[in-house]
């Protein structure tokens, strides 16, 4: 069996663009909203987007990549997290302010 | 002599996504930090984008467009400014979380 690990940008590597770029999709705000409300790892299929599986794919691609949300392989299953920590070191009150903002809207 | 006023959106119609898209872009940054430090209404011109005149106009257009600045017109230049007050009215910490997060970038 082999060992899948997705590539995360570290925290040194966020970049305040891409964070912002990849914010700014109403999809992707309900996917952090989520994560942040649950507090804990959550399977890609726990979230109900209504889009195709290859969109919500690349969403969760794109928060990966910029950094948001870390993902991890459990058997077949993709666990998605959200890097607060590392968010909030490097750009401090942003996913707050955001979060609360697209619960706001 | 024609009046020109350019289109704004109101305080209730700005939208999230489309806030954190204008500001996902090193240039439109630039000139958000700029107007916050400035805090007085700048003429494009006093801002240097190092790019052409089209691609600035476009910037200050999506920034405009989006609800981040307010531009008028006087004589022949447009002068911008930071529409802080409407930001932290819908978007409470957003901006100022945005502007201390590019400044350490």
């Known amino acids: 069996m082999s060992t899948r ?48 599986k290859s969109t919500g794919t690349h969403h969760y691609r794109v928060l990966r990549e910029a950094g948001i949300i870390s993902q991890v392989y459990r058997g077949t299953a993709k666990l998605n997290s959200l890097r607060r920590a590392d968010l909030d070191t490097r750009f401090p009150g942003l996913l707050d302010s955001v979060i609360t903002a697209a619960g706001a809207g």
């Open 5 to 52: 690990v997705l590539e995360h940008p570290s925290t040194e590597e966020l970049r305040l663009e891409s964070v912002l770029h990849a914010l700014a999709d109403p999809m992707r705000l309900e996917v952090v909203r989520f994560l942040a409300e649950a507090g804990r790892e959550v399977a890609c299929s726990e979230i109900d987007l209504a889009v195709s």
